[in-house]
């Protein structure tokens, strides 16, 4: 359901839209499909989705703020099917990016499927950690610390904490059945990140670009599967509205 909703909310991301149209876009496609947003009335939170652009890394409040010719943009979306929460975002662009936008969300996507790769009973959390790392560190970008993947089901945010940094071999060890997400936040320059006074939005503390891919999984008797693929193939290479 979200992997659907994202592929319809790529014909709205261009310049001169603004987030809060996106977000009012989101709440048309939940009620044609007769579902309910897991982040309204979440801890407070107003909208129906987060939509962070450029130096935001994640939490990004939908507003009056108007895209330009390209801005880099995340949009995560969690919905509640059945009682069953499905969580996932992606990269947009609004018109062509900069070859240095291109080169993060190229290296923050190939950071997430690196780390699904690792994904088997029997594997470590801190296998996952450790592939986003090194794959970010190979290509000098840094992986934001202060916020992770989750447990994911019933409930939006459960046990464990996906860290997107680790040791190989280190952390509890992963095992059939188990459903959380992946959402590594790649940063262009330094890791470091603060909250604005909405006590929502985060963003660089060197105002540096910053990308997210997140994807809902489980783990099966030998690997992982998405549950949050794109039906329309447009979860990468990011989709360009011009
Ligand atoms: N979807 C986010 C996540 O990946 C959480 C957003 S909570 C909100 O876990 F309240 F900010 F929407
Ligand atoms: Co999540
Ligand atoms: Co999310």
Redesign the pocket.
């Known amino acids: 359901m979200v992997a659907t909703i994202l592929d319809e909310l790529a014909d709205t991301v261009a310049p001169g839209v603004t987030t809060a149209d996106i977000d009012a876009h989101n709440m048309e496609l939940l009620k044609k499909y007769g579902v309910r947003s ?2 309204i009335g ?2 407070g ?1 107003k ?1 129906s ?2 939509i962070s652009v450029n130096h935001v890394v ?2 990004g409040i939908p507003g009056r703020k108007r895209l330009q010719k390209g801005d880099i943009v995340n949009i ?3 919905v509640i099917v059945d009682g069953w929460f499905g ?1 996932s ?1 992606r990269m947009f662009v609004a018109g062509q990016p900069s070859r240095r936008a291109e080169r993060l969300i190229q290296v923050t996507h190939d950071c997430l499927m690196l780390a699904i790769d690792e994904v088997r009973p029997g594997a470590t959390f801190g296998d996952i950690g450790a592939a986003i790392q090194k794959h970010a560190a190979l290509h000098r970008m840094s992986v934001v610390r202060e916020f992770c ?2 447990g994911i089901g019933r409930e ?2 459960l046990p464990p904490n996906v860290v997107h940094v680790g040791q190989r071999g280190q952390g509890a060890v992963i095992q059939e059945g188990m459903i959380f ?1 992946i ?1 590594p936040m790649i940063n262009l320059g330094a890791a470091e990140t603060k909250i604005l006074a909405d006590s ?1 939005t985060a963003v660089t503390r060197d105002k540096s670009l910053s990308a997210q891919f ?1 994807h809902s999984i489980g783990v099966t008797k030998d690997g992982a599967e998405i549950f949050t693929l794109s039906p329309k193939g447009r979860f990468f290479p990011t989709y360009v509205s011009l």
Do not use: K, Q
């Open positions: 897991a982040t979440y801890r939170y909208h989705s987060c994640c939490h995560d979306v969690t969580d975002s993947g989750h939006f945010h997400t959402e929502w997140e």
